[in-house]
């Protein structure tokens, strides 16, 4: 593991939730090799700057910047001033901004380069956000919330629209496949929403086209994300299972279950989509084999559930 020399970890894998901390492991190990206190309230969402350095954890009123490559124990960036909870967080890929969701009916963009923390862009919804996923080009935002709606916000014009798959069904997740082809959302009720994407690319705004619904899961669906090569797609489940759907006709390919496991909250795919990390309310996060269901890693140390992970390990 890297130390406090500035060198990046080809591999970072850390996970939270409600017991207060942030815990970083080795992933082919299983072993925590360093935990960071945050005192003030639980993890709701981690994820992981472009270039490695920093991880963004969202609680309750604030975001949290902490170092990766050192022993820092404090967070070097502190975001406040926000309302409720935040939901979502995630980066712009060159780490230009940052953009999060959250419980005051709203999604923001806060420019990393600024030494000012106040965020400069928020969009205004009429229900607490839930999920917020860029697409890959960067340009759009797409922020699910808690009546059923989906808006489609659009940074360059500003302009939005929304649309509703199923009223009155609160969008947990929504995820966009890397190449920008399909986009998934799943909600409360279970059901997996899958649509074809088209344009997107310079001046046209994204078009969305109903491609298919999936009655995922009996319980509460919780996550749904794309794998890196765009050819499957995670759903996580209140049911205690993840299921993992073949793109190619959105078929069921594995079901992920474990007997201890409960409510799975989170998931993130390796770089070469064979392995799925999932965080779970029976305190565990596991790593998993795609293609046989197996468990080949388990990472036990929290004392409570873990609603959140963020694993990168690309190269570079």
């Not at 697409?135 to 939005?160: C, R, Y």
């Not at 690319?201 to 994204?206: K, P, Q, S, V």
């Not at 006709?249 to 594995?254: A, C, H, I, S, V």
Request: hydrophobic fraction near 35%; glycine fraction near 6%; charged fraction near 20%.
């Amino acid at each position: 593991m890297s130390g406090s020399n500035g060198a990046v970890d080809p591999v970072v894998l850390a996970t939270a939730g409600y017991d207060h901390t942030i815990r970083f492991w080795q992933a082919h190990s299983g072993i925590c090799h360093r935990t960071v206190q945050h005192p003030d309230s639980q993890v709701n969402a981690l994820d992981i700057t472009p270039d490695k350095q920093l991880i963004a954890a969202a609680g309750y009123q604030h975001i949290r910047m902490y170092d990766i490559n050192s022993n820092n124990a404090n967070p070097v960036i502190n975001y406040d001033g926000i309302s409720k909870n935040v939901t979502a967080v995630g980066f712009h890929e060159d780490g230009k901004w940052m953009f999060t969701g959250g419980e005051d009916n709203s999604a923001r963009i806060w420019d990393l380069r600024s030494r000012n923390l106040q965020c400069q862009r928020i969009f205004q919804v009429n229900a607490p956000v839930n999920c917020v996923c860029l697409h890959p080009n960067q340009g759009e935002l797409f922020v699910g919330d808690q009546s059923g709606a989906i808006h489609i916000w659009d940074l360059k014009t500003d302009h939005n629209e929304q649309l509703i798959p199923e009223p009155d069904a609160a969008v947990q997740s929504i995820s966009i496949d890397p190449e920008g082809t399909y986009m998934a959302a799943v909600n409360n009720k279970g059901n997996c929403y899958v649509w074809t994407l088209t344009g997107g690319r310079g001046e046209d705004a994204t078009q969305l086209h109903p491609k298919t619904k999936i009655p995922a899961h009996k319980r509460y669906a919780l996550k749904c994300l794309f794998s890196p090569d765009s050819t499957l797609l995670a759903t996580t489940s209140a049911d205690t299972t993840v299921r993992i759907w073949k793109t190619a006709d959105f078929l069921l390919m594995t079901e992920l279950k474990e007997s201890t496991q409960r409510w799975v909250w989170d998931c993130a795919f390796s770089g070469d989509s064979q392995y799925i990390i999932t965080a779970s309310s029976d305190n565990m996060a596991r790593l998993w084999s795609v293609d046989t269901g197996e468990v080949k890693r388990e990472y036990s140390a929290h004392q409570k559930a873990v609603v959140c992970l963020a694993f990168r390990d690309d190269v570079g």
